[in-house]
């Protein structure tokens, strides 16, 4: 089996949800700072790096564009707007930026709270 090199990425975005249905106080609307920390790994480097930060970093704050400051219920693509959600959706955007053939997505963890985080990955 091939070594394999990992780097995560993390950023920030503020944003307000509810969740209708929710028996707790999570169906009013209320906000979080949502913290998010992509992984990404590739076998092979290219000029030392499994991808540079930045790009990474870039391709993070395209996500967070249409999330930052936003009603997440507004968004149709996070019905429901819960943490495993978002991660998935932000998974889905930073591998249609990201991979290559070479690099690949691994994980995207949202954390919503201190202490309380959901990821996303999928199967290898």
Not at 22 to 28: K, L, N, T, V, Y
Not at 53 to 68: G, H, S
Not at 75 to 104: H, K, M, N
Not at 116 to 123: D, N, P, Q, R, T
Request: with cysteine; net charge negative; proline share 6%.
């Amino acid at each position: 089996m091939a070594a394999t090199y990992t780097i995560k990425v993390s950023g920030a975005f503020s944003a307000a949800h509810r969740l209708p249905g929710h028996p707790g106080p999570c169906a009013s609307m209320h906000g979080h700072n949502f913290e998010v920390t992509a992984k990404l790994a590739a076998e092979t480097l290219v000029s030392g790096m499994v991808a540079d930060f930045m790009d990474v970093r870039a391709a993070l704050d395209a996500c967070f564009v249409r999330l930052d400051h936003a009603c997440l219920n507004d968004v149709p693509e996070l019905s429901p707007p819960t943490a495993e959600v978002i991660a998935a959706w932000i998974f889905g955007q930073l591998r249609t930026r990201l991979e290559d053939g070479r690099v690949r997505v691994v994980k995207v963890t949202v954390v919503e709270s201190e202490g309380l985080a959901a990821s996303y990955a999928e199967k290898p």
